[in-house]
């Protein structure tokens, strides 16, 4: 019997308050996109991940994502006994036409964030795709592939990203570890989504939420 072993953890829930969240951000937020509809010179996204693009009050929205990192914990079995502290850092990204994100992880120091997420604020399945995750063993598998015919390679070989399915109104929680891109946009319907990370610690060593 074949055993998949050290499964990479990812949690997909409902936003609770996802319409309130979208309705502030396409408000507040949504480029022109007659104009140029990105502010970013690779990607091809309108964002404000840089400092760049309109203004947002996060502190604002933030507290309509406290349920969703309460679940998270939940789901994730911490122990709820333990006085955590939490800090939400989040930017969104627009995009049309042509729109991408190159593969990228989110390990940064000196403090590590615990979980990573993104939330589908605008987005349509039959026109828009999935973050897609790679395997961190991805390298290795094609490496040790016995055959170059990628067809002629048994299931186990073609473990090498997933891309879960959602909808609008998700979020996918997953470790800061896990390589993720955004794969290039084929139609010009706006696609919005928020990206976030969560700092979770027991011990107060700078200013987090409560």
Same mark, same amino acid.
């Given at each position: 019997?074949?055993?998949?072993?050290?499964?990479?953890?990812?949690?997909?829930?409902?936003?609770?308050? =996802?319409?309130?969240?979208?309705?502030?951000?396409?408000?507040?937020?949504?480029?022109?996109?007659?104009?140029?509809?990105?502010?970013?010179?690779?990607?091809?996204?309108?964002?404000?991940?840089?400092?760049?693009?309109?203004?947002?009050?996060?502190?604002?929205?933030?507290?309509?994502?406290?349920?969703?990192?309460? $679940?998270?914990?939940?789901?994730?079995?911490?122990?709820?006994?333990?006085?955590?502290?939490?800090?939400?850092?989040?930017?969104?990204?627009?995009?049309?036409?042509?729109?991408?994100?190159?593969?990228?992880? =989110?390990?940064?120091?000196?403090?590590?964030?615990?979980?990573?997420?993104? =939330?589908?604020?605008?987005?349509?399945?039959?026109? =828009?795709?999935?973050?897609?995750?790679?395997?961190?063993?991805?390298?290795?598998? $094609?490496?040790?592939?016995?055959?170059? $015919?990628?067809?002629?390679?048994?299931?186990?070989?073609?473990?090498?990203?997933?891309?879960?399915?959602?909808?609008?109104?998700?979020?996918?929680?997953?470790?800061?570890?896990?390589?993720?891109?955004?794969?290039?946009?084929?139609?010009?319907?706006?696609?919005?989504?928020?990206?976030?990370?969560?700092?979770?610690?027991?011990?107060?060593?700078?200013?987090?939420?409560?």
């Amino acid at each position: 019997m074949l055993h998949g072993i050290f499964s990479v953890p990812i949690v997909v829930q409902k936003v609770k308050e =996802h319409e309130k969240i979208k309705s502030y951000l396409v408000e507040n937020t949504r480029p022109d996109f007659e104009e140029s509809g990105h502010n970013t010179s690779t990607c091809m996204m309108y964002t404000d991940l840089w400092g760049q693009g309109k203004k947002v009050d996060w502190p604002f929205l933030h507290n309509y994502y406290v349920p969703q990192v309460q $679940q998270l914990m939940e789901e994730t079995k911490f122990d709820m006994r333990v006085p955590w502290r939490y800090n939400i850092n989040s930017w969104y990204n627009w995009t049309k036409y042509a729109g991408w994100q190159e593969l990228h992880d =989110h390990v940064v120091g000196p403090i590590s964030y615990a979980w990573c997420g993104v =939330h589908y604020v605008v987005f349509d399945k039959e026109k =828009h795709e999935p973050t897609r995750f790679w395997n961190p063993n991805a390298d290795q598998i $094609q490496a040790h592939w016995p055959s170059n $015919q990628v067809k002629d390679n048994p299931p186990y070989c073609q473990d090498t990203y997933y891309s879960p399915e959602v909808n609008e109104g998700d979020i996918v929680w997953f470790p800061p570890w896990l390589k993720h891109q955004a794969l290039q946009q084929m139609t010009d319907s706006p696609r919005l989504t928020v990206a976030i990370n969560l700092t979770l610690v027991d011990h107060p060593l700078v200013n987090f939420n409560e």
